[in-house]
């Protein structure tokens, strides 16, 4: 790849024989026009696409919900958030099928104690125990509570089904109680349900997030799962 930094050639753009031509960021871009692959995939490469294909469907999920993507930081380059999301799911995803561990929120978030993430017929139920003083919550700023994560759907009951499908979520907000037990449910209706009821495997990864009283995300919990 080049660029192309004096307008001898005006303002190129386009394919001219084997060099794509392109604008990007204000500037110009010449590339080798892609050729076809003559040899397979290997088996690793395509484990590879197939992680990177599930890590991708997650992030833009995660990116979707409004409260998740307030709560990851700015990118420090020139990527999105998505983009950062991305590859914080890429590096702790196993395989596309074995997934391993799914991170809805950045690492390192506040501690929840005893919490149970559970799989439903039409939604999902989080219950953890009182979120007490330790994890230093301002009632006076934080107002409201909501969770929010993903769903990952692996092994369709039908074969026009993706191998894997995600979707994202996010409960209604609740007062914060500190003194009793956090108890949330999420339903899902509609096309989310049909989706949502066509896989046999649901693995569940939310975080609790607090709210001001704008609905601004203050604080939010370390991921956990079903």
Known sequence: MAQLFDKILGTPSGLIRDMVFK????????????????SALKDTEKALMAKFGLAGKIASKINSIQVLKDVWPKSTGKGSKCNEILKANYALISSAENLGTVTVAPLFGFDIANPVLTVGV????????????????????????????????QTPT?????????????????????INPVDLS????SGLLAT?????????FACLITL?????PIRYSSTVHS
């Not at 979120?131 to 759907?153: H, M, P, R, W, Y």
């Not at 949502?196 to 569940?204: D, F, H, I, L, R």
């Open 186 to 189: 999420v339903e899902f209706s």
């Open 23 to 38: 604008r990007k960021k204000g500037g110009n871009i010449i590339a080798k026009h892609p050729t076809p692959r003559a």
């Open 122 to 153: 039409s939604g999902i139920h989080l219950v953890t125990d009182a979120l007490g003083v330790n994890v230093e919550i301002d009632s006076s700023v934080e107002k409201f509570i909501v969770t929010a994560g993903v769903v990952v759907l």
């Open 158 to 178: 039908s074969a026009d089904n993706p191998i894997n499908q995600v979707i994202a979520f996010k409960s209604v907000q609740h007062n914060i109680d500190l």
């Open 212 to 216: 001001d009283d704008t609905g601004t």
């Open 196 to 204: 949502y009821g066509s896989y046999t495997v649901k693995k569940v």
